[in-house]
């Protein structure tokens, strides 16, 4: 079992920044792929960013491109979501996932690990 902590959330202002980050437990290890997703109220929870497994690709949402930044330290079993800019409609509940994937590319689907969330909000 993998165990996910979120932390950082909490209220932006509208152009402000905010750093998001994950603890992994448990049986995890440096094979695995890292995501970010995001649940709006009344809307379905979407990919925000991913990393493979050594932190050489990244991948982000066409929504939050150019705005957000995910890395990770597999010394520590972390995983980072660098905000900037942030907008409104960046509020949500903010998840980690995992998922063994052990491959140069990032998966957007099939994360079997979550964390239990963590609120964004952001005020205009």
């Known amino acids: 079992q993998v165990q996910l902590v979120e932390s950082g959330g909490g209220l932006g202002q509208a152009g402000g920044s905010l750093r998001l980050s994950c603890a992994a437990s448990?049986?995890?290890?440096?094979?695995?792929?890292m995501g970010w997703f995001r649940q709006a109220p009344g809307q379905d929870r979407d990919f925000v960013a991913a990393?493979?497994?050594?932190?050489?690709?990244?991948d982000i949402a066409d929504s939050v491109k150019g705005r957000f930044t995910i890395s990770r330290d597999n010394a520590k079993d972390a995983v980072y979501l660098q905000m900037n800019g942030l907008k409104p409609e960046d509020t949500a509940v903010y998840y980690c996932?995992?998922?063994?994937?052990?491959?140069?590319?990032?998966?957007?689907?099939?994360?079997?690990?979550w964390g239990q969330g963590t609120q964004v909000t952001v005020s205009s």
């Open positions: 990393i493979n497994w050594n932190g050489g690709r990244t």
């Open positions: 448990g049986r995890i290890s440096p094979k695995y792929s």
């Open positions: 996932a995992a998922r063994y994937y052990y491959a140069i590319d990032v998966p957007r689907t099939d994360y079997r690990y």
